[in-house]
C-alpha cells in the first residue's frame, strides 16, 4: 500500500492516478478529500499533516509514503512524530516533496529554514528517504486565470527574468518511480523544467494554447508585494520576489535529474498550459 499525502494538492492529485493507472494500491488523504477526488478502487481518508494521530489508521499495513512537506503550514508540523507513526504502521519507505529552496534560500525561514527542519526529520527518521526538490511549478500560472479569462492579460513582476518552472506532473511521476522502485534511497533529485521561461513568454505560451493574444502587463516590484501580501506572509513575499527578480545561480541552474528518472525531456510550460488551457478560457 503506498500512501500519498497532499492528494488533492498539484502534485499529489496526478500521483495518485500514476500509482492507480499502474496498478498499485493506494490511499489517498487530505484534510478534505472526498471520494470525487479520486479514481474508482482508491481508498481515501480525510487527515491532517499537523496532526499525527489522525494518520495513524492511514498507514497501518502501508509500505512506502509520499509526504507532502506541510506547504504553508510546514511550521505546524510535527515531522517526527508523524514519522514515527508512520513507522510504526509498517512504512519503510519515504519520498519527501521539498522545495530547491532548502538549499539556495538557507536564510529564509520561509523557504530554507522550516524545509530543512522537515528534511533533517526524514533523514534521521531511520526510514529509506527520498527528497524532492523542485523549483518553481508551472502551475503557478493559475494565479493569471482570472485575468486571461477577463481581460486576455497575464499581469507579473520581472517580466524578462526567466526560471526553469517544472511541470508538477513530472514530479508526480518522478515521485511515483521513487515509491515503487528502487535505487533512489538517500539521494535528492532537484527537479525543474527544461528551459528558462520568463512570465512575458508564459503569457506567449497561454495564449497559443488558446489561439489568441495574451497581453503581458509588467508589474512593479511594489505592486506584486502588495498583491502578493493579501494571501502569504511577509517573509515569503519577500524571498517569493528575491526569486522571481534576482534569482541565484543554482535557481538558474536546468537540472537533469526528471530526465534521467523518467527517460524523456522535462515538459515545456507550453506543454503545461495546453494540459490546462480550460482553466484559461
Known amino acids: 500500500m503506498f500512501v500519498v499525502t497532499g492528494a488533492t494538492g498539484n502534485v499529489g ?13 493506494v490511499t489517498a488523504t487530505s484534510r478534505g478529500i472526498s471520494e470525487g477526488d479520486v479514481p474508482d478502487g482508491v481508498r481515501w481518508r480525510r487527515a491532517d499533516l499537523t496532526e499525527a494521530e489522525t494518520l495513524r489508521p492511514v498507514f497501518d499495513g502501508a509500505r512506502a509514503l509520499f509526504l507532502q512537506n506541510g506547504g504553508p503550514s510546514a511550521h505546524l508540523l510535527s515531522p517526527r512524530d508523524l514519522l514515527g507513526a508512520a513507522k510504526a504502521g509498517g512504512v519503510g ?6 522545495s530547491q529552496g532548502v538549499a ?8 530554507g529554514g522550516v524545509g530543512r527542519a522537515v528534511e533533517d526529520a526524514v533523514r534521521e527518521s531511520g526510514l529509506e528517504w527520498t527528497i524532492l526538490r523542485p523549483g518553481g511549478f508551472d502551475s503557478n500560472a493559475f494565479a493569471f486565470a482570472e485575468s486571461v479569462r477577463g481581460a486576455r492579460t497575464v499581469a507579473a513582476p520581472f517580466g524578462d527574468v526567466g526560471l526553469p518552472l517544472v511541470d508538477p506532473l513530472d514530479i508526480a511521476l518522478v515521485a511515483a518511480q521513487a515509491l515503487r522502485e528502487d535505487g533512489h534511497g538517500g539521494r535528492i ?3 525543474t523544467g527544461p528551459a ?12 497559443g494554447a488558446l489561439g489568441e493574444p495574451v497581453r503581458f502587463v509588467e508589474q512593479t516590484h511594489d505592486g506584486a508585494r502588495t498583491a502578493m501580501l493579501r494571501f502569504m506572509p511577509e517573509p515569503a513575499v519577500d524571498t517569493t520576489l528575491a526569486i522571481l527578480g534576482r534569482p541565484r545561480a543554482e535557481e538558474l541552474r536546468i537540472s537533469p535529474d526528471v530526465q534521467q528518472v523518467l527517460g524523456r525531456p522535462a515538459r515545456t510550460f507550453a506543454e503545461w498550459a495546453g494540459d490546462h488551457v480550460a482553466a484559461f478560457r
Do not use: K, M
Open 196 to 207: 528558462l521561461v520568463t512570465p512575458r513568454q508564459q503569457a506567449e505560451a497561454i495564449g
Open 93 to 98: 519507505r519515504v519520498v519527501l516533496l521539498s
Open 189 to 191: 533529485h532537484t527537479l
Open 13 to 25: 492529485r496526478s500521483l495518485v492516478r500514476a500509482l492507480a493507472a499502474a496498478g498499485a494500491p
Open 104 to 111: 539556495t534560500r538557507p536564510e529564509s525561514a520561509s523557504h
